[in-house]
């Protein structure tokens, strides 16, 4: 089994910056992508960001240029650096990982999600 952990959510006001980390942790035999997407009440959980195994990202059109994602493969973690917040940057916030626990079989895990609120 595989668990992600994440952290780094919180409170901040508009314009300020806020880090989200996402540990890998169980039977992990390779990571193929991890990424961050959000959800609002009633809405599809979309993508945010994501980083694959030999480093290239993907940003939703909304974040680029403001949120940067990064990976420590030897640490099986990944983050999400977010700077000049907007009020509908408002979401919990999920780590995902594409992960192989076996030589064949791979899977896509979540985290538990972390709330992350932009407000004045």
């Known amino acids: 089994q595989v668990q992600l952990v994440e952290s780094g959510g919180g409170l901040v006001q508009p314009g300020g910056s806020l880090r989200l980390s996402c540990a890998a942790s169980?039977?992990?035999?390779?990571?193929?992508?991890m990424g961050w997407y959000r959800q609002s009440p009633g809405k599809q959980r979309e993508l945010v960001a994501t980083v694959n195994a030999g480093g290239a990202t993907n940003y939703a059109d909304s974040v680029k240029g403001r949120f940067t994602i990064s990976r420590d493969n030897a640490k099986n973690t990944v983050y999400l650096q977010m700077n000049s917040l907007k009020p509908e940057d408002t979401d919990v916030y999920y780590c995902n990982g594409r992960i192989y626990s076996s030589v064949t079989t791979w899977n896509d895990f979540w985290g538990q999600g972390t709330q992350v609120t932009v407000s004045s």
């Open positions: 169980g039977s992990i035999f390779r990571i193929i992508a």
